[in-house]
């Protein structure tokens, strides 16, 4: 018989609470010890974001000794296609860097006030992707006005067609309007950011190119120029939609 803890259900009892003590002790500490070593900035470890129904967390990879693999640790591509884009692609457009669209994910998309638009064709697009991002080919923003599925983008960004029917009241709303040369009505247009494969990929600036032409305001129109590329290279997350 053990004779410091007499009586085996003194015995339980005292080996129960101990290993309970024990195991919230590893567990406090765990907390601590496993923060996160790679974090986005000095003040933010990630960033969490309902992505089609499912919680993604976006962070950094945590493996010091991680590199690039496969078509995004390439140096060259042929130009053209593949050339470097320059910093401002239009002007009253912001170009912006992966803080900015950390921030713009947490922020303007979870509540719904901005869209993350992949600019790229779907084949890209599909291989893996920005977490918060909906993919919009820029083929599809170069589309006449009238074409179904330019209209069913532009609805999704908060722009819909303007009425010239003479007894609809938004027909004065039409008329007098600044913008005369737009057939698209931008009052709840969305704050977008517009991205592809990286600094040498012309989609997404040539989707913004097509979308001012379409009228839509520069100043809700931001540029991720590092695109995919430093996205992957700063270990940043990517789904697979």
């Known amino acids: ?85 320059p910093m401002s692609v239009a002007p009253g457009v912001k170009t912006v860097g992966e803080l900015e669209v950390v921030d713009f994910i947490d922020k303007d998309v979870r509540q719904k006030s901005g869209i993350i638009i992949d600019a790229r064709t779907s084949g890209w697009h599909k291989k893996g992707t920005i977490p918060g991002s909906i993919n919009i080919p820029f083929t599809v923003f170069t589309m006449d006005e009238t074409d179904a599925e330019l209209v069913e983008a532009m609805k999704s960004l908060g722009v819909k067609q303007k009425s010239t029917s003479s007894d609809d009241d938004s027909f ?26 990286g600094m040498w990929c012309g989609q997404s600036p040539r989707a913004i190119k097509s979308l001012l032409k379409h009228g839509y305001p520069a100043d809700k129109i931001n540029y991720f120029r590092g695109g995919m590329q430093t996205w992957l290279i700063l270990g940043l997350t990517v789904v697979k939609p």
């Open 172 to 197: 004065w709303s039409w008329a007098s309007d600044d913008d005369k040369n737009s057939n698209w009505d931008f009052s709840n247009a969305k704050d977008l950011v517009l991205w592809c494969n």
């Open 1 to 85: 018989m053990n004779k410091l803890f007499p009586g085996s259900n003194l015995n339980n009892k005292l080996t129960t609470m101990l290993f309970s003590i024990l195991f919230t002790t590893i567990f406090l500490w765990s907390g601590i010890s496993f923060a996160l070593d790679v974090n986005i900035s000095k003040h933010v470890s990630y960033v969490d974001i309902d992505y089609k129904d499912n919680i993604i967390r976006v962070q950094r990879i945590q493996d010091g000794h991680h590199i690039l693999q496969g078509g995004f640790s390439k140096t060259s591509r042929n130009c053209p296609p593949f050339c470097i884009q």
